[in-house]
């Protein structure tokens, strides 16, 4: 389906130039909380999450675009600010231009599926975007940014909790504090905070915790 006609943005790429956020020269190193021992070399990739939030905003299309009032006015949903979740949330309330970030989890295997050492080099990839753009935008590779990437096997070791304790801490940063985004030679300060966590069955399972299948113990 052509988007060209369905939003104001003569095209979805129109969201064009925007700028690269360098990852940190060194990724995180895991350590034991008791004692604090560094475990060698076993590291993951994070991207800095506020700069790069940062720099996504300053795009002139791209701050307009979050600032838009994209609720419905005939009751009816269609989209997250429009469900109870957005509207009756104190949080919102008090704050209305707040970012509403989704993220989203998924599994890359890099090697062959059929091989027997299939697994191993697994990738588990970590997106955000936000829903304060509309979806026919926000659903574009241009605003769909990544946060970290992590070898499985690290991850089942370790668990979602370590991997994503650097994005937790600047979660709440931008939650409590907000970050600075200037437009037009402006100063302004956007807060926000994560709505949606996205994954497959499988993934979901593991980022809850489960080890069955969550609809063979289903409780009706």
């Not at 707040?98 to 989890?105: G, K």
Request: hydrophobic share 40%; net charge negative; aromatic share 12%.
């Amino acid at each position: 389906m052509d988007l060209s006609n369905a939003v104001d943005f003569s095209s979805a790429d129109e969201i064009s130039d925007l700028s690269w956020v360098d990852p940190p020269p060194s990724s995180y190193r895991f350590t034991v909380s008791l004692g604090d021992v560094v475990l060698g070399d076993e590291n993951f990739q994070y991207v800095p999450f506020l700069q790069g939030l940062q720099q996504f905003l300053e795009h002139p299309e791209v701050f307009d675009e979050v600032l838009r009032d994209n609720r419905r006015c005939d009751g009816l949903i269609g989209d997250y600010c429009d469900g109870h979740f957005i509207t009756d949330n104190a949080y919102f309330q008090e704050i209305p231009n707040a970012l509403q970030l989704v993220m989203y989890y998924d599994e890359v295997e890099t090697c062959d599926v059929l091989a027997s050492h299939r697994g191993v080099h697994k990738l588990g990839v970590f997106y955000y975007t936000i829903a304060n753009l509309r979806p026919a935008l926000r659903s574009t590779h241009r605003c769909i940014q990544l946060i970290a990437v992590v070898t499985h096997p690290l991850l089942k070791k370790y668990g979602f909790g370590e991997i994503l304790n650097p994005f937790i801490k600047d979660v709440k940063t931008l939650y409590k504090d907000g970050i600075i985004v200037v437009n037009n030679g402006h100063q302004n300060r956007f807060y926000g905070t994560v709505i949606a966590f996205l994954a497959d069955t499988v993934a979901a399972h593991e980022i809850g915790g489960f080890n069955w299948c969550k609809f063979c113990i289903a409780q009706m």
